[in-house]
């Protein structure tokens, strides 16, 4: 297949990355039957079948997220030989896609927001899920992680901050049960906590206390933490976060209970000017999620 395939090629790329035929042709700027056209004739010509059609749009298959990986390297690298060649090697353009858990919203929309007002033509789309995006798919330039060192091939791993967390009350929980003196007095008190306890400190807290006592529970951060703020029960939140407000610390930081974060690209996109302007950009913003 040669160059002259590059249009079905793209199209393909834009259908992988949208989901839908529509979507596709409104960012092609060509009629949807185009679309359809090219997709079957790049199946025809790869003898293999690139989506599974439903009634909610086209999702790849193994080789179409194959041919996603490719497409993405490939519009990458001919921007930035379009703007080196145009003397324009120092813009910025195109889609910048994050993913992250959604607990870290409060940390990386305010880095996304600067990096595009110091990048106008940078189109962002933030990925927020619970599920690991793949990378080597083409899913997303940039994912933010947390807990144990990723370790898929062919990604680049950077750690970028270590995040501290408190055991805390809210003043209305206090008002309503009171406070432990200490962990010995637990098996009198109600917590929030994990439904799937992954971080350090909700498996800490599965071991200290009954099943029971955990009588608050969820699946997202952020979920967890507004149940803590409205005295449902005792819980964990970032320093950073409970610093400056009204709720009651009950146990201090420890370092087991630390989440580290890492910054993963996959290599083939690593060294891309965009990608590198944002790892610089989002470095520079995490010297200031330092706990007070």
């Not at 995006?133 to 950077?158: C, K, M, W």
């Amino acid at each position: 297949m040669g160059f002259e395939n590059w249009d079905e090629v793209r199209t393909a790329f834009q259908v992988a990355r949208l989901g839908t035929v529509s979507g596709a042709a409104e960012v092609l700027g060509v009629h949807h039957a185009t679309v359809i056209r090219h997709i079957d004739a790049l199946e025809r010509r790869l003898g293999a079948r690139l989506f599974q059609r439903h009634a909610r749009g086209y999702t790849p298959t193994e080789a179409g997220r194959d041919l996603l990986l490719v497409a993405q390297t490939t519009e990458e690298q001919f921007s930035q030989l379009s703007s080196r060649i145009k003397g324009n090697g120092e813009t910025v353009a195109g889609e910048l896609v994050v993913t992250s858990v959604p607990g870290f919203s409060s940390l990386i929309t305010p880095v996304l927001t600067s990096f595009q007002e110091r990048h106008p033509a940078v189109v962002v789309r933030y990925l927020t899920d619970l599920r690991l995006f793949r990378l080597e798919y083409g899913e997303a330039h940039v994912a933010i992680r947390a807990g144990s060192t990723p370790e898929e091939p062919d990604n680049v791993v950077q750690p970028l901050a270590r995040l501290r967390t408190a055991l805390y009350a809210a003043p209305a929980y206090a008002a309503a049960h009171g406070l432990p003196a200490g962990p010995e007095e637990f098996e009198r008190h109600r917590f929030v906590g994990a439904d799937i306890p992954r971080a350090p400190y909700h498996r800490w807290l599965r071991d200290q206390v009954s099943p029971d006592r955990i009588t608050f529970r969820g699946t997202e951060s952020a979920a967890l933490a507004d149940a803590v703020r409205q005295g449902a029960g005792l819980g964990f939140l970032p320093v950073r976060e409970a610093t400056g407000t009204d709720l009651i610390e009950i146990l201090p930081p420890r370092p087991e209970w630390e989440s580290p974060i890492w910054i993963v690209t996959h290599v083939d996109l690593h060294r891309t000017l965009k990608v590198q302007n944002f790892l610089s950009h989002l470095k520079e913003a995490a010297k200031d999620w330092v706990d007070v």
